[in-house]
Structures are given as structure tokens and as C-alpha cells.
């Protein structure tokens, strides 16, 4: 089989680290890709977002299974464009993966299916959004409706924070179209939990569990950021997971069916558990990055059978099998990041880190430079370790990011801390 992984990033090369294991996969191409994926694929220059582009590539080498990484190109209909070429792609038509590309479609559609979530109003202009916060009251949540880059959300804790997002949001425009409506909604109080499936539209199949560490400092102090690091397995209170299935996640499915909008691919939700039980935050419409990184060295088995027949509509015929052991993933972002990131730093110690037993190093933002490898981007790269429980997999880790270097390197040295 010829298959096509489509992004750059390190959930982009697990994926294609993954998949390059597989049986049955005989070409693998990555667009654009990354040094890191240039060792176990060919790297075609074509850009995540060229949807396109990429689907007359894919029908020109007649790519068999396409798997997509990021939101972007899925909201912008990739799926659409493979399917009328009669390509297999694994990813939501644009139709369905709006759960991402549009906040307040979500909060209707999650009204109209009865699926549990805070309450919400949509704020087109400043009088609006002051209404909105005088009817929900404070603390509450600014949400661009569109997509962000991860950066459309602010929590209003107090009055000056109200005030401050009125202005970015409403006067400097900070999302543009994105932004054009916003969603202000009650800021709800709880554990927040993660929550990865695959589903082909009609079944179910939930991925292992895994946390993610979104701020930039130890202790969830300072920004948030895309990532910095995972941890799979997480434990969750007994019968939350049935729970977060039954309430959020099969009537989402049922509901998107049913609206002639059919999901077909992985669907994350970002929950928050009540005191009144779990309610959606957030739906993405791909997989976690850098969750990723640490449930997917944990499958056991081939992940191509999976992703095949989530495209056909098979997957009721599937069972993913988890390895006992767990992972930890802690990425090593530029300097800078998150705000503007460092560019151009020369990476030492890849090949020390990745001699010790366990270890798997997969790249983001890198770059070659003169036949060196440097840094390139914001979250540069993930270096995960495997081990019995999470303490000795974090062991594990962290003796490898020990023996990695580059000018302004920023970790954090908590992901797995207070985990068995
Ligand atoms: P989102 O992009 O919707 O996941 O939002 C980013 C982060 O903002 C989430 O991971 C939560 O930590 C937080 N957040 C979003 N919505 C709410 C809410 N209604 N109440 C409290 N925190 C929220
Ligand atoms: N790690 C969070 C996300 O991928 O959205």
C-alpha cells in the first residue's frame, strides 16, 4: 500500500513512525513533513493546507490511505476534495469537522441533541458581549468562533479581564474572520479530561487515556501553549469514560449522522467533569498533538487496519489493544515560545538521547541548515519515554532530554509528576 500522512508536526511523525511499522504499508509519503520524517518517508513539498494540491498528488500516485494530522486542512474540506477523486482519506468531510471549525455550530448543535455543556450566548458586537457577561455573570469564557491556532479562548476571571478581552476581541479584532462572532460562555469549575476516539460514523472506538499539559511552566503556571508534554495511561474515575461515551460523545456521533453530516475519523473532546457530571468543552476534529506522542507507541498491534476502516465504515469489526506500559512525552519548545519563537538554533545530543533503551525522539519544528540540524519552530521536538509505570517512564524521559541541547531550550520538568 502507498500511504500519505499529511502535517509536519510531532503528532505528524508518530503517525508516520507508526505507520512506517505497519504491515502492508510499502511507500510512505509525508507533506510537508519534517527532518525527522525524512528518515522513514519521502517528504513532498506540498503544504498542509494545499487541500488540492494534495489531493491531485494523492490520485496521481494513487495513494491508497491518506491520514490527516491537523484541523486545518479537514475544516477547509480535504475530505471533500479526496472523496470526489474516489481516494480513501481518514479525516471528517468539511461538513462534519465544522464540530471544530465552528464553536457556535457546536454549542447549537450540542442544544439541539441535548448533549451537556456550558450555557452560552453569541456576541457579534461589544453591547452584545456585555450583555452576555452581565447574564452569566464572572468569572467567564471569551471563545472566537472559528479557528485560532489554539489561541481563540480567554477565561475571564475578573472585571479588568472582562474589559481586556472586549477590547482584543471587539476593537483590535484579534481574530479576524474567526472572531467575527464570539461565543461567551459560563465558565465552568471541575477536572478537565481528554478524550480521543475513532468513530466511523456509526461506531465507536475510545483510544487509550492521556493528559495533557497545556501551560508553559511547572505547575501549570504561565501561558497556555499548544502542548508541552503528555502522559498516557491517565487514571479516570471509575465509569467516566461509559459516562463521557453515553452522554457527549454517541449522541454527538448519532446527532452528526442524522444531520446528514456523517463524522468519520478521530473525535476529541475536551471535557470538564462537574459537579453535575462531564460537560463539553471543546470538540476537536483530529487527534491530540502531543497526546499522540504517547498513546500511540502504546498501541499494540498495527495501526493501518484501524484508520482503514474508520474510512470505510468498518470499525465495529476493530479492537485496539493497549501495551501495559505507559509513556511520557515532554516537547522541548524554542525559545520564545510561546509569543515569537527562536529560530535557527543549532540542536546537539538527538542521537545520545535517542541510544537510551526506550526512548523515541520525534521532530516539529527543525529544519536542516547546512547539513546541521537546527531549530525551526515553536514546539521543536517530543521525546517520549516508555517504561513499567509513569514515574519510571518520566525516568525515562527525562535522562533523554538530559543529553538534548539547543540555545533558549524551555521544558518543563513536571509531566508525569504525582502519576503512578
Ligand atoms: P478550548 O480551546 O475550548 O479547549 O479552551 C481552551 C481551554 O480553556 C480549555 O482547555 C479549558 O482549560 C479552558 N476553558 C474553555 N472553556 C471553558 C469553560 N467554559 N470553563 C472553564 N474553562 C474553560
Ligand atoms: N494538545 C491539545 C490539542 O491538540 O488540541
Known amino acids: 500500500m502507498r500511504v500519505l500522512v499529511i502535517g509536519g508536526g510531532g503528532r505528524e511523525h508518530t503517525l508516520a513512525w507508526k505507520l512506517s511499522r505497519a504491515e502492508g504499508v510499502e511507500e510512505l509519503y509525508v507533506a510537508p513533513g519534517n527532518p525527522g520524517m ?24 494513487r495513494i491508497d490511505l491518506t491520514v490527516v494530522g491537523p484541523e486545518l486542512p479537514l475544516v477547509l474540506g480535504i475530505a471533500d476534495e479526496f472523496v470526489r477523486r474516489g481516494l480513501v482519506l481518514v479525516g471528517p468531510t468539511r461538513a462534519a469537522a465544522e464540530l471544530e471549525g465552528s464553536k457556535v455550530f457546536t454549542k447549537e448543535f450540542c442544544l439541539r441533541h441535548r448533549i451537556p455543556t456550558g450555557r452560552a450566548l453569541v456576541a457579534h458586537h461589544r453591547e452584545q458581549a456585555t450583555a452576555a457577561v452581565k447574564q452569566l455573570g464572572v468569572p467567564v469564557v471569551f471563545k472566537a468562533d472559528g479557528l485560532a491556532a489554539g489561541k481563540g479562548v480567554q477565561v475571564c476571571h475578573t472585571r479588568d479581564d472582562v474589559d481586556s478581552a472586549i477590547a482584543r476581541y471587539f476593537e483590535a479584532h484579534a481574530f479576524g474572520a474567526a472572531g467575527e462572532r464570539v461565543l461567551i460562555e459560563e465558565c465552568l469549575e471541575g477536572d478537565e479530561v481528554s478524550f480521543m476516539v475513532l468513530t466511523d460514523g456509526l461506531s465507536v472506538l475510545p483510544l487509550a487515556s492521556a493528559r495533557d499539559y497545556k501551560r508553559l511552566g511547572d505547575g501549570n503556571q504561565g501561558p497556555n501553549t499548544g502542548g508541552m508534554g503528555a502522559v498516557s495511561p491517565v487514571p479516570l474515575e471509575s465509569g467516566l469514560a461509559a459516562t463521557i461515551l453515553r452522554t457527549i460523545v454517541h449522541p454527538t456521533v448519532v446527532g452528526l449522522a442524522a444531520e446528514g453530516r456523517t463524522y468519520r475519523g478521530v473525535l476529541y473532546a475536551g471535557v470538564m467533569v462537574t459537579r453535575d457530571g462531564p460537560k463539553l468543552l471543546e470538540y476537536n476534529c483530529r487527534l491530540g498533538d502531543p497526546e499522540t506522542q504517547a498513546v500511540i507507541p502504546r498501541l499494540d498491534g498495527d495501526l493501518l487496519p484501524l484508520l482503514r476502516a474508520t474510512a470505510a465504515g468498518e470499525l465495529g469489526s476493530q479492537r485496539a489493544v493497549w501495551k501495559r506500559e505507559a509513556a511520557v512525552c515532554v516537547v522541548l519548545a524554542a525559545g520564545g515560545y510561546p509569543g515569537a519563537p527562536e529560530r535557527g538554533e543549532l540542536i546537539a545530543g ?70 503512578t
Not at 372 to 397: D, Q
Open 38 to 61: 525524512a528518515a522513514i518517508a519521502t517528504c513532498v513539498p506540498i503544504a498542509a493546507d494545499a487541500t488540492v494540491e494534495l489531493a491531485e498528488f494523492a490520485a496521481s500516485l
Open 350 to 419: 538527538l542521537g545520545d538521547a535517542l541510544a537510551q533503551p526506550g526512548v523515541l525522539v520525534f521532530h516539529a519544528g527543525t529544519a536542516l541548515q547546512d547539513g546541521s540540524l537546527v531549530t525551526a519552530g515553536g514546539r521543536v521536538l517530543s521525546i517520549v519515554g516508555r517504561g513499567a509505570t509513569v514515574a519510571e517512564a518520566a525516568g525515562v524521559t527525562y535522562e533523554a532530554v538530559g543529553r538534548v541541547h539547543f540555545g533558549g531550550m524551555q521544558f518543563r520538568r513536571d509531566i508525569g509528576g504525582g502519576l
